[in-house]
């Protein structure tokens, strides 16, 4: 089966995300989108899943106040 690739801007995805599900960085870095097609399931109206990686720093002190020292 044939397959065909549409490229899609990373801030396009961005501002779906944000409006649709609420997504909010916050203080984080966006590392990275990724989106997948997901395979046709007759009882599901997903087609695509997509992944995005955020990273955040922690200040000095707070891993130590996560695991109670």
Known sequence: MASIEVPIS???I???L????GLDFGKGRLQ???VTREPQVSNSSISHIVSVRLDFGLEL???ED????
């Open 32 to 34: 990275g989108i990724e």
């Open 10 to 12: 990373d801030e396009k």
């Open 66 to 69: 996560l695991v109670g020292y």
């Open 61 to 63: 002190g707070e891993i």
């Open 14 to 16: 961005i501002t779906l």
């Open 18 to 21: 944000k409006e649709k599900y």
